[in-house]
Antibody, heavy 121, light 110 residues
Framework: EVQLVESGGGLVQPGGSLRLSCAAS????????MSWVRQAPGKGLEWVAN????????YYVDSVKGRFTISRDNAKNSLYLQMNSLRAEDTAVYYC??????????????WGQGTLVTVSS | NFMLTQPHSVSESPGKTVTISCTRS????????VQWYQQRPGSAPTTVIY?????PSGVPDRFSGSIDSSSNSASLTISGLKTEDEADYYC?????????FGGGTKLTVL
Protein backbone atom coordinates (compact mmCIF):
# COMPACT_ATOMS: atom_id res chain seq x y z
CA GLU A 1 0.00 0.00 0.00
CA VAL A 2 1.32 3.41 -0.98
CA GLN A 3 1.70 5.64 2.07
CA LEU A 4 2.88 9.21 2.58
CA VAL A 5 3.25 10.50 6.12
CA GLU A 6 4.08 14.14 6.75
CA SER A 7 5.62 15.51 9.92
CA GLY A 8 7.29 18.65 11.21
CA GLY A 9 4.39 21.08 11.29
CA GLY A 10 3.67 23.35 14.21
CA LEU A 11 3.46 26.91 15.47
CA VAL A 12 6.24 29.27 14.39
CA GLN A 13 6.70 33.02 14.68
CA PRO A 14 6.78 35.25 11.61
CA GLY A 15 10.27 35.26 10.16
CA GLY A 16 11.00 31.83 11.60
CA SER A 17 11.88 28.55 9.95
CA LEU A 18 10.44 25.06 9.83
CA ARG A 19 11.38 21.83 8.04
CA LEU A 20 8.67 19.49 6.91
CA SER A 21 9.32 15.82 6.18
CA CYS A 22 7.37 13.24 4.25
CA ALA A 23 8.11 9.54 4.70
CA ALA A 24 7.14 7.44 1.70
CA SER A 25 6.50 3.70 1.56
CA UNK A 26 4.87 1.11 -0.65
CA UNK A 27 6.40 2.26 -3.94
CA UNK A 28 9.77 2.91 -5.57
CA UNK A 29 10.28 6.45 -4.27
CA UNK A 30 13.22 7.23 -6.53
CA UNK A 31 11.08 6.66 -9.64
CA UNK A 32 8.61 9.46 -9.00
CA UNK A 33 8.38 13.21 -9.09
CA MET A 34 7.26 14.44 -5.66
CA SER A 35 5.34 17.54 -4.69
CA TRP A 36 4.14 19.75 -1.86
CA VAL A 37 0.66 21.27 -2.00
CA ARG A 38 -0.85 23.49 0.72
CA GLN A 39 -4.30 24.53 1.83
CA ALA A 40 -4.91 27.57 3.99
CA PRO A 41 -7.71 27.18 6.56
CA GLY A 42 -11.05 27.20 4.78
CA LYS A 43 -9.41 27.88 1.41
CA GLY A 44 -8.54 26.00 -1.74
CA LEU A 45 -5.51 24.01 -2.80
CA GLU A 46 -2.27 25.72 -3.82
CA TRP A 47 0.65 23.95 -5.46
CA VAL A 48 3.92 24.81 -3.68
CA ALA A 49 6.82 22.87 -5.20
CA ASN A 50 7.86 19.88 -7.33
CA UNK A 51 11.11 17.91 -7.42
CA UNK A 52 12.26 15.49 -10.10
CA UNK A 53 13.18 11.89 -9.42
CA UNK A 54 16.91 12.59 -9.07
CA UNK A 55 16.52 16.08 -7.59
CA UNK A 56 17.94 17.73 -10.71
CA UNK A 57 14.86 19.84 -11.37
CA UNK A 58 12.87 21.85 -8.84
CA TYR A 59 9.93 24.17 -9.39
CA TYR A 60 8.26 26.59 -6.97
CA VAL A 61 5.20 28.80 -6.88
CA ASP A 62 6.25 32.45 -7.11
CA SER A 63 5.14 33.28 -3.56
CA VAL A 64 7.70 30.93 -1.97
CA LYS A 65 10.67 31.32 -4.33
CA GLY A 66 13.80 32.24 -2.40
CA ARG A 67 12.22 31.24 0.93
CA PHE A 68 11.33 27.54 0.55
CA THR A 69 13.54 24.69 -0.62
CA ILE A 70 12.29 21.28 -1.67
CA SER A 71 14.67 18.33 -1.41
CA ARG A 72 14.65 14.57 -1.25
CA ASP A 73 16.73 11.68 0.03
CA ASN A 74 16.05 8.65 -2.14
CA ALA A 75 18.07 6.39 0.16
CA LYS A 76 15.70 7.27 3.01
CA ASN A 77 12.52 7.43 0.88
CA SER A 78 11.94 10.90 2.20
CA LEU A 79 10.84 14.27 0.89
CA TYR A 80 11.52 17.57 2.64
CA LEU A 81 10.41 21.18 2.56
CA GLN A 82 12.67 23.72 4.26
CA MET A 83 10.65 26.84 4.95
CA ASN A 84 12.45 30.06 5.90
CA SER A 85 11.27 33.65 6.44
CA LEU A 86 7.80 32.38 7.18
CA ARG A 87 4.85 34.72 6.88
CA ALA A 88 1.31 34.65 8.26
CA GLU A 89 0.06 33.85 4.75
CA ASP A 90 2.08 30.61 4.79
CA THR A 91 -0.30 29.24 7.44
CA ALA A 92 -1.81 26.11 5.91
CA VAL A 93 -2.03 22.36 5.94
CA TYR A 94 0.91 21.13 3.86
CA TYR A 95 0.35 17.95 1.88
CA CYS A 96 3.03 15.74 0.41
CA UNK A 97 1.91 14.13 -2.85
CA UNK A 98 3.38 11.64 -5.27
CA UNK A 99 3.43 12.82 -8.88
CA UNK A 100 4.39 11.13 -12.14
CA UNK A 101 6.98 8.49 -12.89
CA UNK A 102 7.98 9.66 -16.34
CA UNK A 103 9.57 12.76 -17.86
CA UNK A 104 6.64 14.94 -16.93
CA UNK A 105 5.15 15.67 -13.54
CA UNK A 106 1.74 14.20 -14.21
CA UNK A 107 -0.94 14.32 -11.57
CA UNK A 108 -0.81 14.30 -7.78
CA UNK A 109 -1.76 10.93 -6.35
CA UNK A 110 -1.84 9.83 -3.63
CA TRP A 111 -1.63 12.53 -0.99
CA GLY A 112 -0.53 12.31 2.62
CA GLN A 113 -2.79 13.29 5.49
CA GLY A 114 -1.15 16.71 5.78
CA THR A 115 0.68 18.61 8.50
CA LEU A 116 -0.50 21.96 9.83
CA VAL A 117 1.86 24.94 9.82
CA THR A 118 0.73 27.99 11.78
CA VAL A 119 2.69 31.22 11.50
CA SER A 120 1.72 33.56 14.28
CA SER A 121 3.21 35.64 17.07
CA ASN B 1 0.69 32.60 -15.39
CA PHE B 2 -2.79 31.33 -16.04
CA MET B 3 -5.79 30.80 -13.77
CA LEU B 4 -8.46 28.14 -13.61
CA THR B 5 -11.94 29.42 -12.73
CA GLN B 6 -14.62 27.18 -11.22
CA PRO B 7 -18.10 27.97 -9.89
CA HIS B 8 -18.04 28.35 -6.11
CA SER B 9 -20.86 25.91 -5.58
CA VAL B 10 -23.36 23.65 -7.30
CA SER B 11 -26.21 21.61 -5.94
CA GLU B 12 -28.34 18.84 -7.30
CA SER B 13 -30.61 16.05 -6.14
CA PRO B 14 -29.63 12.41 -5.71
CA GLY B 15 -29.87 10.44 -8.92
CA LYS B 16 -29.44 13.51 -11.11
CA THR B 17 -26.45 14.62 -13.19
CA VAL B 18 -24.24 17.61 -12.42
CA THR B 19 -21.45 19.22 -14.43
CA ILE B 20 -18.69 21.36 -12.93
CA SER B 21 -16.79 23.66 -15.27
CA CYS B 22 -13.17 24.82 -15.15
CA THR B 23 -12.15 27.65 -17.48
CA ARG B 24 -8.53 28.42 -18.31
CA SER B 25 -7.71 32.13 -18.45
CA UNK B 26 -4.86 32.01 -20.95
CA UNK B 27 -3.24 29.38 -23.07
CA UNK B 28 -5.15 26.50 -24.59
CA UNK B 29 -7.00 24.09 -22.30
CA UNK B 30 -5.98 21.37 -24.74
CA UNK B 31 -2.27 22.06 -24.46
CA UNK B 32 -1.85 20.51 -21.00
CA UNK B 33 -3.76 17.76 -19.26
CA VAL B 34 -6.46 18.58 -16.71
CA GLN B 35 -6.98 16.64 -13.51
CA TRP B 36 -9.92 16.64 -11.08
CA TYR B 37 -9.63 15.99 -7.35
CA GLN B 38 -12.32 15.26 -4.79
CA GLN B 39 -11.88 16.43 -1.20
CA ARG B 40 -14.30 15.40 1.49
CA PRO B 41 -14.34 17.42 4.76
CA GLY B 42 -11.36 16.65 6.95
CA SER B 43 -9.68 14.45 4.35
CA ALA B 44 -6.89 14.75 1.83
CA PRO B 45 -7.79 15.13 -1.84
CA THR B 46 -8.13 12.08 -4.08
CA THR B 47 -8.02 11.89 -7.86
CA VAL B 48 -11.27 11.27 -9.71
CA ILE B 49 -10.08 12.19 -13.23
CA TYR B 50 -6.56 12.48 -14.66
CA UNK B 51 -5.27 13.40 -18.12
CA UNK B 52 -8.55 15.09 -19.11
CA UNK B 53 -10.79 12.03 -19.09
CA UNK B 54 -9.09 9.05 -17.48
CA UNK B 55 -10.54 7.44 -14.37
CA PRO B 56 -8.27 5.88 -11.74
CA SER B 57 -9.12 2.36 -10.74
CA GLY B 58 -11.76 2.39 -8.05
CA VAL B 59 -13.47 5.55 -9.28
CA PRO B 60 -16.97 4.70 -10.54
CA ASP B 61 -17.84 5.32 -14.17
CA ARG B 62 -20.42 7.86 -12.96
CA PHE B 63 -17.48 10.28 -13.04
CA SER B 64 -16.33 11.55 -16.43
CA GLY B 65 -14.11 14.35 -17.68
CA SER B 66 -13.93 16.29 -20.91
CA ILE B 67 -12.38 19.39 -22.45
CA ASP B 68 -13.91 21.93 -24.83
CA SER B 69 -11.48 24.00 -26.84
CA SER B 70 -14.19 26.38 -28.02
CA SER B 71 -14.83 27.59 -24.46
CA ASN B 72 -11.28 26.84 -23.30
CA SER B 73 -12.68 24.85 -20.44
CA ALA B 74 -12.73 21.43 -18.87
CA SER B 75 -15.72 19.76 -17.27
CA LEU B 76 -16.33 17.13 -14.64
CA THR B 77 -19.66 15.36 -14.96
CA ILE B 78 -21.09 13.19 -12.22
CA SER B 79 -24.16 11.16 -13.10
CA GLY B 80 -26.48 9.22 -10.81
CA LEU B 81 -25.53 11.50 -7.91
CA LYS B 82 -25.16 9.93 -4.50
CA THR B 83 -25.02 11.65 -1.14
CA GLU B 84 -21.43 10.39 -0.79
CA ASP B 85 -20.44 12.56 -3.78
CA GLU B 86 -20.97 15.66 -1.63
CA ALA B 87 -17.49 17.20 -1.47
CA ASP B 88 -15.24 19.92 -2.82
CA TYR B 89 -13.92 19.35 -6.33
CA TYR B 90 -10.78 20.97 -7.74
CA CYS B 91 -9.52 21.07 -11.30
CA UNK B 92 -5.77 21.29 -11.89
CA UNK B 93 -3.50 21.86 -14.87
CA UNK B 94 -0.07 23.24 -15.63
CA UNK B 95 2.20 24.98 -18.07
CA UNK B 96 5.96 24.81 -18.46
CA UNK B 97 6.84 25.50 -14.83
CA UNK B 98 3.64 26.31 -13.03
CA UNK B 99 1.02 23.98 -11.63
CA UNK B 100 -2.35 25.55 -10.96
CA PHE B 101 -5.50 24.52 -9.10
CA GLY B 102 -8.91 25.98 -9.65
CA GLY B 103 -10.56 27.64 -6.67
CA GLY B 104 -12.73 24.63 -5.97
CA THR B 105 -16.43 23.88 -6.28
CA LYS B 106 -18.54 22.77 -3.36
CA LEU B 107 -21.00 20.11 -4.51
CA THR B 108 -24.10 19.73 -2.38
CA VAL B 109 -26.31 16.71 -2.96
CA LEU B 110 -29.67 17.46 -1.43
Amino acid sequence: EVQLVESGGGLVQPGGSLRLSCAASGFTFSSYWMSWVRQAPGKGLEWVANIKQDGSEKYYVDSVKGRFTISRDNAKNSLYLQMNSLRAEDTAVYYCARAGSSWYVGWFDPWGQGTLVTVSS
Amino acid sequence: NFMLTQPHSVSESPGKTVTISCTRSSGSIASNYVQWYQQRPGSAPTTVIYEDNQRPSGVPDRFSGSIDSSSNSASLTISGLKTEDEADYYCQSYDSSNWVFGGGTKLTVL
